[in-house]
């Protein structure tokens, strides 16, 4: 691929932005596109799945997950005051 050349990604969610840190560590330029008209104060992602992990371990930033992140033993899940979901980690 010829570093010249610039990336569409198409969504700005933890995949399209994990995608152009990655890219972006590789000196290639990236354009982020996504359908919302600005962000949000709701996460979009609840945790972080192993093949993440393995992908932000190639960016070095493993150890500041580990410094910085919230560590969570259960997560439940209400909608309407109704439990929908139990994870026990």
Known sequence: MERNREVLI???GPTGLTLACALAVEGI???IIDKRASSSVLPRAINISPPTLHV???LN???KLWVDGL???ELTIYWNKKR?????Y
Request: one cysteine or more; proline letters at 0%; charged letters at 30%.
């Open 29 to 31: 330029k990236c354009r």
């Open 84 to 88: 929908l979901l139990n994870l026990n």
């Open 10 to 12: 198409v969504g700005a």
């Open 71 to 73: 560590k969570l033993k």
């Open 61 to 63: 930033l493993n150890k």
């Open 56 to 58: 932000f371990s190639k």
